[in-house]
């Protein structure tokens, strides 16, 4: 699903995967990583890098800070979402708020956006971790 190579985006994706925010080590340690469908973590896609991608569901996860909810933060998710939507992926966000208050809420979300996708191959049941 790479589109382009740009190598500045690839190491920043490896920084990001070094560096993932408490959230998205939550989301991944206790519920992604444990799925039989494979998700990649800071994932290039075209000139954007996706927080979690899930290739066989063609589902984009994106968790949401603070800043995603400025002005500037808005539109420029905007514009990503749409670019993402251009090339057949769907995009599932959430905020931290709700990593945080809604765990067992958004994990339910992402089975059934992967489970009613007609290319997710397998039951993506965890295998281990928390909700």
């Not at 991944?28 to 991608?53: E, H, M, P, T």
């Not at 539109?75 to 067992?104: C, M, P, W």
Request: charged content about 25%.
């Amino acid at each position: 699903m790479n589109t382009t190579n740009n190598p500045k985006l690839t190491r920043n994706s490896q920084e990001l995967r070094r560096n993932m925010t408490r959230h998205e080590k939550r989301l991944w340690y206790d519920f992604l990583k444990g799925l039989s469908v494979n998700f990649n973590r800071q994932k290039v896609i075209g000139c954007y890098i996706a927080d979690f991608y899930c290739a066989s569901a063609r589902v984009i996860i994106e968790l949401d800070g603070s800043q995603h909810y400025e002005p500037l933060g808005i539109q420029n998710d905007k514009a990503r979402d749409e670019y993402f939507k251009n090339l057949g992926l769907t995009v599932l966000r959430y905020s931290n708020y709700d990593i945080d208050n809604n765990f067992r809420g958004v994990c339910e979300d992402v089975l059934r956006h992967i489970t009613t996708s007609s290319t997710a191959s397998g039951p993506p049941f965890p295998s281990r971790g928390r909700h």
